[in-house]
């Protein structure tokens, strides 16, 4: 899984783009067919076009895990260089944000939950698995 870089991430506007629904993400039409009219955004991955550094699928697909344990002051005190988060936690970093919310999008929304899946009266887990707001995105360093 990617590391939390909140100090060496791109500028927001060059990874995300500009966003055009219907061409680059799904627009509110497309979001209820793959959604059965949940509008969570579910689709295909590689459904649109990558953005200008080539990366599909970059900041409406849900919260997604990172590796590094989650600290309220880590940035206060941590390098500027690789911050990869405290040696040991109790819960991890969730960057992004689900639901196709420009708001959240555009900035860099960082939140934590515990590393294990929440079951609530409502959940489907059968059906789906962990939770669908829940993603991640595998990096390969080279």
Same mark, same amino acid.
């Given at each position: ?7 060496? *991430?791109? $500028? ?5 783009? &500009?966003?055009?629904? !219907?061409? =680059?993400?799904? @627009?509110?039409?497309?979001? @209820? &067919?793959? *959604? ?16 200008? #550094? %080539?990366?599909?699928?970059? %900041? #409406? @697909?849900? @919260? &997604?895990?990172? =590796? ?10 941590? /390098?500027?260089?690789? /911050?990869?988060?405290?040696?040991? !936690? *109790?819960?991890?970093?969730? $960057? ?10 555009? *900035? +860099? ?6 590393? +294990? ?13 962990? %939770? ?11």
């Amino acid at each position: 899984m990617q590391q939390d870089p909140e100090g060496n *991430t791109f $500028r927001l506007q060059r990874i995300i783009g &500009e966003f055009l629904p !219907g061409k =680059n993400i799904p @627009s509110q039409d497309e979001l @209820s &067919e793959y *959604t059965d009219g949940a509008g969570i955004p579910i689709y295909p991955v590689g459904k649109y076009p990558p953005n200008p #550094l %080539g990366l599909y699928d970059m %900041g #409406l @697909s849900g @919260s &997604e895990w990172t =590796n590094d344990w989650y600290a309220s002051d880590y940035y206060s005190h941590s /390098p500027v260089n690789d /911050p990869q988060g405290p040696v040991k !936690g *109790t819960e991890k970093v969730l $960057r992004g944000n689900v639901g196709g919310d420009r708001q959240y999008a555009l *900035t +860099v929304f960082r939140q934590s939950d515990l590393p +294990v899946p929440k079951i609530n009266k409502d959940d489907d887990y059968e059906k789906y698995g962990v %939770g669908p707001q829940y993603v991640f995105r595998c990096v390969i360093n080279k």
